[in-house]
């Protein structure tokens, strides 16, 4: 049973579109981290969110935490062919030790 | 400085050995995780060990076999390889578990991955 699930999973757009990847489950989550794993790379931490409502910015991408702690989107302006790879959502919920549950990405690729 | 380190980088092998990944991490974490990534790319964890001590064991066929010998090493050893356990085996550490019992501290279980080892059994 799929927790946590990732739309759309495959996205191609042109180089400087934006775009837009949800993450969403029916679990409340502590937190909700986002990575990015480019091919032949193990996942890189982009950001963690915690607080329902939330939005951090990291330079041209914006991540936003649903206000009940079950969502989150990632904003990507002005893409570039350096924004392509796998982005990952991960769970993790208020426990003695964490499981983190990964989400099933999102593919995307950025046409120069 | 690579932060977390594995290898081998590939292993393709005979169905039916027995073969083992090592991983190691030099960012002084408490905490060590196995994932296997399969052809879909969907990231599941196997196992968790945290001070050297197994934390998460999820369904795994008990042909896996995890070993740290220190918090800074985590293996994984796995006998009589199938078809089906090819895939992509990421390593990965945090500073500690996710625990927000201790004094108030406050953990966010952040990940750092290797860069994987990709296992193909023929």
């Known amino acids: 049973t799929q927790l946590l699930e990732q739309s759309p999973q495959f996205l191609s757009i042109q180089e400087g579109e934006n775009l837009t990847v949800y993450c969403n489950s029916s679990s409340v989550f502590s937190s909700l981290q986002w990575y990015r794993q480019e091919p032949g790379e193990g996942p890189v931490l982009l950001v963690t969110?915690?607080?329902?409502?939330e939005v951090k910015k990291l330079k041209r991408l914006t991540f936003q935490f649903g206000d009940a702690r079950k969502d989150s989107s990632l904003h990507i302006t002005a893409a570039q062919p350096g924004d392509t790879g796998l982005y990952l959502c991960?769970?993790?919920?208020?426990?003695?030790?964490?499981?983190?549950?990964f989400g099933p990405g999102t593919s995307l690729s950025v046409i120069p | 400085d690579t932060a977390v380190s594995q290898t081998p980088k590939y292993l393709v092998t005979q169905m039916g050995n027995d073969k083992s990944i090592k991983c190691e991490q030099n960012l002084g974490h408490d905490t060590m995780y196995w994932y296997k990534q399969d052809s879909k790319k969907f990231l599941k964890i196997m196992f968790s060990?945290?001070?050297?001590?197994?934390?998460i064991n999820e369904t795994v066929p008990n042909r896996f076999s995890p070993k740290s010998p220190d918090k800074a090493h985590l293996n994984l050893h796995i006998n009589s390889l199938e078809l089906g356990d090819s895939a992509v085996y990421f390593c990965?550490?945090?500073?500690?578990?996710?625990?927000?019992?201790?004094?108030?501290?406050?953990?966010?279980?952040?990940?750092?991955f290797g860069p994987g080892t990709r296992l193909t059994v023929l």
């Open positions: 969110v915690v607080t329902g409502g």
């Open positions: 990965a550490s945090s500073q500690d578990p996710g625990s927000w019992v201790a004094g108030g501290h406050l953990s966010y279980n952040e990940q750092f």
């Open positions: 060990y945290n001070n050297k001590e197994l934390i």
């Open positions: 991960a769970g993790a919920k208020k426990t003695s030790y964490d499981k983190v549950i």
